[in-house]
């Protein structure tokens, strides 16, 4: 039985992720929870999030969902979504605040590696808009999607991680950016698929199929 | 390649249904709004921007079941307009699965808005729509283009392009 569980702690709207879900998953339940012993006994985990990363750190702790987040993430299918991703991480640039820790990296502002866009013009932050994903590994998420379809993005800050082999996918900035991460049971995606239209509908019906630890 | 070129069809609501209208008057209704924002998503739209044209000068509240309705069924990013006066508008519409509130007249009457909701939910989150027309003062050749608010309806005296200068100002925040 799938037993989806979009981790709500309060930060942003999980209508569009539990819709999105429900239509390509409907064999499935799908919940949207703050409820740490509801998040424990799912089988799908998916981390939604968009605002500012300490308030979004902030909130996760004051519903207690921390430790189960992370539990989550070393052990059940875990889709992250924009600050899901980010707080997978040790720090954010965003105000100096710390993450979750389970992967090791950073996450930095567009800033920080570029300023200014192909055309030499100031680089628009947040980069927000349709932009290509090119695949850098093989996995069950990216079946059926083309390597270079388009997602939808919003966003200021991305993961610099220091182990390339977390690299799912890259996009371009102007210069390239990781804006998809796998390893094991986690897989997150610093697009918002629940906005992507086709090719995230896609992603999220592979997600909510997805058995890692089968497939090894 | 970079960001894609966008095609964002923008869907004048009037009680409850899509309008075609011309200048915001003759309106002719267009079909039922979730109906329409399916048939666009098909398409390939790559946004869709929904605007109640005269919550403002009917004082209506906000259109949130068919955000609601909308966001259950089309997965792609939407702009919600039309009534938004207060931070608390914004966070209801942006519940009911809109990705961007758009602020017109309120803007104009209540610019602290436009900050205040670009401080706590970010800047891209926000947007401000204008209304411009252009106009020519009594006895001066000069055409200007003026800021207009309600639909179309009542003038500001603002300077369209020194008004939006102003806007960009206030929406400084930038968050993810």
């Given at each position: 039985m799938t037993a989806i569980a979009i981790v709500d702690?309060?930060?942003?709207?999980?209508r569009s992720v539990s819709k999105a879900l429900e239509r390509v998953a409907p064999y499935a339940t799908v919940q949207v929870t703050s409820d740490p012993e509801t998040v424990d006994k799912a089988s799908h985990i998916v981390v939604p999030g968009q605002g500012a990363m300490p308030h979004c750190m902030q909130e996760l702790d004051k519903f207690g969902l921390k430790e189960v987040v992370i539990d989550a993430a070393r052990n059940k299918p875990f889709l992250g979504i924009c600050i899901g991703l980010q707080m997978l991480f040790d720090e954010s640039e965003e105000g100096n605040v710390k993450g979750l820790g389970v992967l090791s990296g950073k996450v930095v502002h567009f800033s920080t590696s570029c300023e200014t866009d192909i055309q030499g013009g100031k680089l628009k932050i947040p980069h927000m808009g349709w932009n290509q994903v090119y695949q850098t590994m093989d996995h069950p998420l990216w079946d059926g999607i083309k390597s270079d379809a388009r997602f939808y993005f919003v966003h200021s800050y991305y993961v610099k991680s220091e182990d390339p082999d977390l690299s799912a996918a890259y996009s371009l900035y102007p210069t390239p950016f990781t804006c998809a991460i796998a390893k094991d049971n986690i897989f997150a995606v610093q697009f918002h698929p629940e906005k992507s239209q086709n090719a995230g509908l896609t992603l999220l019906s592979n997600f909510a199929k997805w058995k890692p630890h089968s497939s090894h | 390649m970079g960001l894609a070129k966008r095609i964002i069809p923008c869907l004048d609501v009037n009680n409850g249904r899509v309008v075609k209208g011309v200048n915001f008057v003759s309106l002719k209704d267009a079909g039922d709004p979730v109906e329409i924002a399916r048939r666009y998503d098909e398409q390939g739209a790559d946004e869709l921007v929904f605007l109640d044209i005269t919550a403002s000068s009917d004082n209506r509240d906000l259109i949130l079941h068919i955000v609601e309705d909308v966001a259950s069924q089309v997965f792609i990013p939407l702009t919600v307009g039309g009534g938004v006066r207060k931070v608390e508008d914004v966070r209801r519409l942006l519940n009911a699965g809109a990705d961007k509130v758009s602020i017109n007249t309120s803007a104009v009457l209540n610019p602290q808005l436009v900050a205040d909701a670009a401080g706590y939910?970010?800047?891209?989150?926000i947007v401000v729509a204008v209304d411009a027309k252009q106009v020519s003062d009594q006895n001066s050749p000069i055409q200007r283009w003026e800021v207009f608010t309600h639909a179309g309806r009542?003038?500001?005296?603002?300077?369209a392009v020194e008004w939006v200068k102003k806007c960009k100002h206030w929406v400084l925040v930038k968050y993810c």
């Open positions: 702690y309060g930060m942003g709207n999980l | 939910y970010g800047a891209q989150c009542n003038a500001t005296g603002f300077d």
